[in-house]
Structure formats: structure tokens, C-alpha cells
């Protein structure tokens, strides 16, 4: 599964500095990003067929991912630069 899209990376470019500070500093943050990156691999894993699932848990899997961008969002809007 090379070139997975959606990486924390990728979505937030301008922020790589915070997110290695926080996963380093925060450990609820360095948790967050993890539990991001796994449902991440999971969604793009079912998108491409690598492992299929039913679209209920597909979809329910976006909005697990979904949830945790806007976590992991709302605390690097409030880390100090």
C-alpha cells in the first residue's frame, strides 16, 4: 500500500513542525495520530480492494477518521507555534 493518501502530512502540509512536536510532546496527541493513521490504512486498504468490507463499515470507518482529523485539527489550531 504505497502512497496512501490522506496522511496527516498531506492534509496538513504547513503544520508538519506542530504535528512532530505534539506527537513528541502530547502523548493524547501522538495517540490521536496514530489511531488516525491505523483507521487511515483501513479506509484505503477497503477503497482499493486490498481488504474489502461491506460499505456500512466503510462508511462508518470515514467517519471514524473524519472525527479524529477534526481532533487532531482543533489542537494543532490551539499549540503554540
Same mark, same amino acid.
Request: negative net charge; glycine residues 2%.
Given at each position: ?10 492534509? &496538513? ?15 493524547? &496527541? ?25 460499505? &456500512? ?15 487532531? &485539527? ?8
Amino acid at each position: 500500500m504505497s502512497n496512501t493518501p490522506h496522511e496527516l502530512h498531506e492534509e &496538513f502540509p504547513a503544520e508538519a513542525e506542530k504535528i512532530h512536536a505534539l506527537k513528541v510532546s502530547n502523548a493524547h &496527541f501522538a495517540r490521536l495520530a496514530e489511531e488516525y493513521h491505523a483507521i487511515n490504512r483501513k479506509v484505503h486498504a477497503a477503497e482499493t480492494g486490498v481488504n474489502p468490507v461491506d460499505r &456500512f463499515a466503510e462508511v462508518e470507518m470515514r467517519k471514524k477518521r473524519a472525527a479524529l482529523k477534526d481532533e487532531i &485539527f482543533r489542537m494543532l489550531a490551539t499549540a503554540s507555534a
